[in-house]
């Protein structure tokens, strides 16, 4: 990392400010030929900047001295006017410099190389600028402070200490050491094992935060999903009318519900169809039906049982519509609540009853230990290789041994620890510039 670069750290366009952020070995030279030479570390000071005699801005500039920066390097802020010939006369002037524009990521990832955060906290950044939920930043802001990496760490002691108990044996077979000494480990991977399944079993919890919780609309043609699923967005997103077989695809939209994200989906009505298009919007309404989270079985007056009974499941929803015409369900297996998206009667009870359903699913006091996907599957790979080590605990401790490496290997590259670089372009693809 012997380039310089910079970004510009705010968003492109008019504005009342624009922040350029500098990283790199030549951070203080390039200072002192704008003309901010003779800055303290962490003081803001105005400088009138220019080069090549062309005048830039009087701005507020920072310096940053490795290695108690952001990055970990030498580092800097120029805090300009926010007008665009502004902004290009010091990007050009920076690159006349020998500074090049930053790729995205790259100040997070040159500070994770640097030791300034582990890969999960470098993940946790790109979650902070992206979230847009109260939820989504209280667990991003968890994720950056540590939590995620402190639930890796235990995990991570409690598997040395296994693996010691394992490798006293095979190391010192002749000296002063408990006859089967492997064998105590197995209650360590016992519970080991406990944790990781159970984290595994909550993990999804972090990802619904992280990436919306999934609610789907699903009941017969004709029945009022359309309807109501303009009601909860509060807009005329999906096309109403009395034809039946209207809705032929899957038709998202993104709502906050409770200060969470939800992604609630409109589908075509569940029937069997000679037309191509209408069958195929059936297909694709059951997949999304078996995907969700939460399914929402809407059912007008008259509706036979109909094929959304195959794939509602316990805790789902059914929603009586069209109450305003009478003859309002009850008695069902599943919680029933009447609804008219005419009148407007039971939407605001329907409103509260799904803020409690995601504070429910989602809330937690423990902190998840699965964000995304990546972790789950180092978490799975984990536990595979723990439950093999426990299998060949009293046959070849050498054997149990190997596997318990492999477990530790896992881990460590959730917080990249180890062997990361597969994976680091695919975690900082995903940031903006200027991070």
């Not at 997103?237 to 992604?263: E, F, S």
């Not at 008219?340 to 009853?353: A, F, I, K, P």
């Not at 995601?358 to 995304?372: E, I, N, S």
């Not at 990546?374 to 149990?400: D, F, G, I, K, T």
Request: with cysteine; charged share 25%.
């Amino acid at each position: 990392m012997t380039d310089t670069i910079f970004a510009l750290a705010t968003p492109p366009g008019r504005g009342a400010i624009a922040v350029i952020r500098l990283s790199g070995p030549g951070v203080d030279e390039t200072l002192k030929q704008l003309g901010a030479g003779a800055l303290t570390p962490r003081l803001a000071a105005v400088r009138t900047l220019s080069y090549a005699a062309e005048h830039i801005d009087q701005a507020l500039v920072l310096r940053f001295v490795a290695p108690g920066s952001y990055t970990g390097e030498d580092a800097a802020e120029l805090h300009l006017h926010g007008g665009r010939a502004v902004v290009e006369a010091a990007q050009r002037a920076l690159i006349a410099l020998g500074l090049r524009p930053a790729e995205p990521g790259e100040f997070t990832r040159r500070a994770f190389q640097n030791g300034r955060m582990d890969l999960t906290q470098a993940e946790a950044v790109a979650d902070l600028i992206d979230a847009e939920t109260a939820a989504q930043a209280r667990q991003a802001l968890g994720q950056l402070e540590g939590r995620l990496s402190e639930t890796y760490s235990g995990f991570r002691r409690d598997l040395l200490h296994a693996l010691a108990l394992i490798e006293a044996e095979i190391d010192f077979p002749d000296e002063d050491v408990p006859d089967n000494l492997a064998l105590t480990a197995g209650p360590v991977l016992d519970r080991l094992a406990n944790d990781f399944r159970a984290a595994i079993a909550t993990g999804e919890r972090g990802e619904r935060v992280r990436e919306g919780y999934r609610i789907v609309l699903i009941g017969e043609t004709n029945a009022g999903k359309s309807s109501l699923f303009n009601a909860l967005v509060q807009r005329e997103a999906a096309i109403v009318t009395p034809i039946a077989g209207t809705t032929r695809d899957v038709l998202d939209a993104d709502l906050i519900i409770g200060g969470y994200a939800v992604t609630l989906s409109d589908t075509a009505g569940l029937r069997d169809s000679d037309d191509p298009v209408e069958a195929e919007g059936v297909r694709r309404a059951r997949a999304r039906a078996e995907a969700a989270d939460l399914r929402l079985w809407v059912r007008a007056p008259g509706d036979p049982t109909s094929a959304a009974a195959t794939y509602v499941r316990p805790g789902d929803l059914v929603i009586a519509n069209k109450a305003d015409l009478g003859g309002g369900l009850s008695g069902e297996e599943l919680e029933v609540l009447n609804v008219s998206t005419r009148s407007g009667e039971g939407l605001s009870t329907l409103h509260d009853w799904l803020a409690a359903r995601l504070q429910r699913d989602l809330a937690g006091a423990d902190f998840p230990a699965v964000t995304q996907a990546r972790h789950r599957l180092r978490l799975e790979e984990a536990l595979q290789s723990v439950e093999a080590s426990r299998h060949m605990l009293s046959r070849s401790p050498e054997m149990a041994g190997e596997d318990l490496r492999r477990a530790g290997e896992a881990l460590a590259r959730v917080t990249g620890a180890i062997g990361v670089e597969d994976i680091l372009g695919e975690v900082f693809s995903t940031f903006c510039i200027g991070k």
